[in-house]
């Protein structure tokens, strides 16, 4: 079977709730501040685009304050974050950052001398990098693995091939989702299989 090589750049969308899902797998239960300074664990987390033009993301934790603290036993702690992607290892994290709160007053500038350490937040957010080119990975597989048998288009054609190789080109935010534009390398070819209705455009 002769083929000819493609290349190909496709934006794949991830909406913030499939990121958001990602994260409480890695986050959830993790404690904030260390050895004796432990301040709590992070018992609930969202996800959204941050409203600032200076960053890209906005991470709320719910933080479960320790008991020996004089704090209420829940805050809230908002991180606004840039996004950087590492092409060479696949790595989307968060580079610059800065802690705010939706509702400033007395408690909160409080609890900020106890949880709002940038150690703290940055051990967070390290944890909280993302392979994307793991996501990726097992649906190009059941993508060659259709390809192999062929995929069946309108008007009788079949098309054939594998993608060898996947590339992130850039990665964009918007306010629902993350746009990954990934660069598909391979060979294909179309077989046609019969000759389409005259009729049919």
Do not use: C, W
């Amino acid at each position: 079977m002769e083929t000819q090589n493609i290349h190909l750049t496709l934006p794949i969308k991830i909406p913030y709730p499939v990121l958001r899902q990602l994260l409480e797998i890695r986050l959830i239960g993790m404690e904030i501040g260390s050895g004796k300074r432990k301040r709590g664990k992070i018992i609930a987390l969202d996800l959204e685009a941050s409203p600032s033009p200076e960053y890209d993301i906005l991470l709320e934790l719910q933080i479960g304050v320790a008991k020996k603290l004089f704090l209420p036993k829940e805050l809230s702690v908002f991180i606004h974050g840039s996004l950087d992607y590492d092409p060479e290892t696949g790595r989307l994290f968060v580079g610059t950052f800065k802690i705010a709160s939706k509702n400033r007053n007395f408690l909160f500038d409080k609890a900020l001398e106890f949880l709002a350490n940038r150690v703290y937040y940055r051990k967070v957010l390290d944890k909280a990098e993302i392979q994307v080119t793991e996501i990726i990975a097992p649906r190009l597989k059941r993508l060659n693995e259709k390809l192999e048998m062929g995929i069946p288009t309108a008007q009788g054609m079949v098309f054939h091939g594998a993608m060898d190789k996947v590339v992130i080109a850039r990665i964009e935010t918007a306010s629902e989702y993350i746009s990954v534009y990934v660069l598909f390398e391979g060979a294909a070819e179309v077989i046609l299989q019969y000759v389409p209705d005259k009729n049919v455009t």
